[in-house]
């Protein structure tokens, strides 16, 4: 079946803008993550959903960043007021059900966000 | 403290090769899991292995096997026979019940790993 996919596959924006990045995680997958990568580095959690619940939201580095999920299936990923330091690759996740430790998750190909 | 830690920022292996990539840990919970994610140049993250830490026997899949030594805390991963489509990043990641429920995986910063002809 169709993987996790995500949209736009690239964004450039001028600082100041607002961005919304989209994903739409495998058919039936109640959990939904979305992590950050920026040059160079590992993955960084962002924000968990469970169906259009978000109980983790620890990750989101500041008030400027906010997600929500409808219908239980896709996802869209708000910066506000974009800034240098946000350019990274936003990497969206879905598993099937969020719980139990041998749960694998499953990655789309990320949207590259590039601040000017 | 890094919950996960990848000494090898880089690796460059002979085609054919067996390759041991190398990832410690750090955590209190008890019950916990251990991911190896391949990422080649096209961005998307690609799982490989999962070790459970009640696991008694090592992972294995296919060319893929996990080395887990659970008093070390350290999980190192194995290719073996290397081939030339194995260059990528490799990332370990860690997966901690949370008091969310939520079980957020944690990732190491990776180790760049070339195949060489």
């Known amino acids: 079946g169709a993987g996790v996919s995500q949209s736009p596959s690239n964004k450039v924006t001028e600082k100041g803008k607002d961005v919304e990045l989209r994903c739409d995680p495998i058919?039936?997958?109640?959990?939904l993550y979305w992590y950050r990568q920026s040059l160079g580095q590992g993955l960084e959690f962002l924000i968990y959903?469970?169906?259009?619940?978000?109980?983790?939201k620890s990750g989101l580095p500041s008030d400027r960043f906010s997600a929500e999920r409808t219908g239980g299936s896709v996802s869209t990923l708000t910066i506000q007021r974009t800034q240098q330091e946000d350019s990274a690759v936003y990497l969206c996740?879905?598993?099937?059900?969020?719980?139990?430790?041998?749960?694998?998750?499953?990655f789309g190909p990320g949207t590259r966000l590039l601040v000017l | 403290a890094q919950k996960i830690t990848q000494t090898q920022p880089g690796m460059f292996v002979q085609e054919k090769e067996a390759v041991t990539l190398d990832c410690t840990y750090d955590?209190?919970?008890?019950?916990?899991?251990l991911f190896w994610y391949k990422q080649p140049s096209s961005g998307e993250m690609i799982f490989l292995i999962y070790?459970?830490?009640?696991?008694?026997q090592n992972a294995t899949e296919g060319r893929y096997s996990l080395n887990f030594q659970k008093a070390r805390k350290s999980a190192n991963l194995v290719i073996s026979a290397s081939q030339l489509g194995d260059s990528a990043m490799y990332f370990c990641?860690?997966?901690?019940?949370?008091?969310?429920?939520?079980?957020?995986?944690?990732f190491g910063t990776g180790t760049r790993l070339t195949i060489i002809p």
């Open positions: 990641a860690m997966r901690e019940a949370t008091n969310f429920g939520n079980e957020k995986l944690t």
């Open positions: 070790q459970g830490s009640y696991d008694q």
């Open positions: 058919s039936g997958h109640t959990a």
């Open positions: 996740a879905s598993s099937p059900h969020g719980g139990g430790r041998r749960e694998t998750q499953y």
């Open positions: 955590t209190s919970d008890p019950s916990y899991g």
């Open positions: 959903f469970q169906g259009n619940s978000a109980p983790d």
